[in-house]
């Protein structure tokens, strides 16, 4: 019997060998146009920075979807194809990400510079992240034209796209770096961000894109899986402000800058849902500030608010929701309730 640590070390593993495959058809594309040598390198290590250098959990829940879904009859193609359909959120993750830290003007990306931050790259980085979105269409088409569910497939990453873009515009409009204005925040603002910034294309995508491709057509299955699955993805980004925050920057793997960086995190929303008018000031005095010593008065003021207790009981009472909705899922309109408590069992109390 495998570990479930080994056997999740091993499908990583197998993920990740498809990769160097998908890069080279990528490169083909370009000799087709017969693009010059230099077009062709570049493109190579442009797609090697930016496409598998990260966690890899929302492509890898593709495979682990399907598995769950197919069970023993899930053939060697199964895999292979929902790997693809992995690889293909990789990408698109890859092209949020180019485009967003040029917007967030960030330095660093997954512990090495930013792609634009590379020396000779810069404002290249805009094309090529429209390169990374093309590659998601002529994969569908390679893979997938000849399915009954391939224009399922392409709606779908096109209106998930869609999605993700309007809760970076709220996000970007909301706060800007270099214009603090906490009047522009609120609770609810912050869960339309989360929710479509990340909730759809982290947790919905993936679970969606195996749902067709093990042919389910029941769009009660696909409300239900939405219904779950959203929560989920607001769940896991609060945990994510929270962590920024509160975490140990030694698990988390970074140093949190959400204060410094005006970011309308779910934290500074439940402040200035608390706050009264003096702890208020301290807020607008301080917020977005890049100077340690704000953002130092800033994390006293959410300890003086005991905002850790409201986040332990936010904890608390999204997990039981969420296993509520899960208790209540009709298994007969084809998806399973292991798909979700796979991802509850990933994310609940995680520490990074």
């Not at 990789?90 to 830290?101: G, N, Y």
């Not at 709606?155 to 009047?183: K, M, R, W, Y």
């Not at 204060?259 to 500074?268: E, F, T, V």
């Not at 300890?303 to 850790?308: A, E």
Request: glycine residues 4%; negative net charge.
């Amino acid at each position: 019997m495998v570990s479930a640590g080994l056997q999740k070390e091993e499908n990583r593993k197998a993920f990740l060998e498809v990769f160097p495959t998908l890069a080279e058809e990528v490169l083909a594309e370009l000799r087709k146009y017969n693009m010059p040598e230099d077009a062709y390198e570049w493109t190579k290590k442009m797609l090697y920075y930016n496409v598998p250098g990260g966690k890899l959990n929302r492509g890898i829940s593709v495979v682990d979807t399907v598995r769950i879904l197919k069970g023993d009859s899930a053939t060697e193609d199964d895999i292979f194809k929902a790997t693809v359909l992995g690889w293909l959120i990789e990408f698109l993750q890859a092209f949020f990400l180019v485009s967003d830290d040029i917007m967030d003007a960030s330095i660093t990306r997954r512990g090495q510079p930013c792609w634009y931050k590379t020396e000779g790259v810069g404002m290249v980085a805009i094309n090529d992240a429209f390169i990374l979105e093309s590659c998601i269409y002529i994969f569908l088409k390679k893979y997938f034209k000849k399915t009954d569910y391939y224009i399922e497939l392409v709606e779908l990453f096109h209106e998930v796209t869609f999605q993700t873009e309007l809760g970076q515009l709220c996000d970007l409009i909301t706060a800007p770096e270099d214009n603090v204005d906490l009047s522009k925040f609120s609770i609810k603002k912050h869960q339309f961000i989360v929710i479509y910034k990340t909730a759809y294309y982290s947790f919905y995508l993936p679970v969606a894109l195996a749902m067709h491709m093990v042919g389910i057509k029941n769009e009660e299955a696909f409300k239900q899986s939405h219904d779950i699955l959203i929560p989920l993805g607001e769940y896991f980004q609060v945990q994510d402000d929270y962590l920024d925050c509160f975490g140990a920057p030694e698990v988390i793997g970074k140093i949190g800058t959400d204060i410094m960086d005006n970011k309308c995190s779910w934290l500074i929303n439940q402040a200035l849902d608390k706050a009264n008018e003096d702890q208020r000031k301290v807020l607008d005095d301080n917020y977005g500030k890049k100077d340690a010593e704000c953002e130092a008065k800033v994390k006293q003021l959410y300890n003086d608010l005991d905002i850790k207790a409201v986040y332990k009981k936010y904890e608390k009472d999204s997990f039981d929701d969420l296993n509520a909705l899960i208790d209540k899922l009709d298994e007969s309109v084809g998806v399973k309730k292991m798909v979700f408590t796979e991802f509850m069992d990933k994310i609940y109390k995680r520490t990074k």
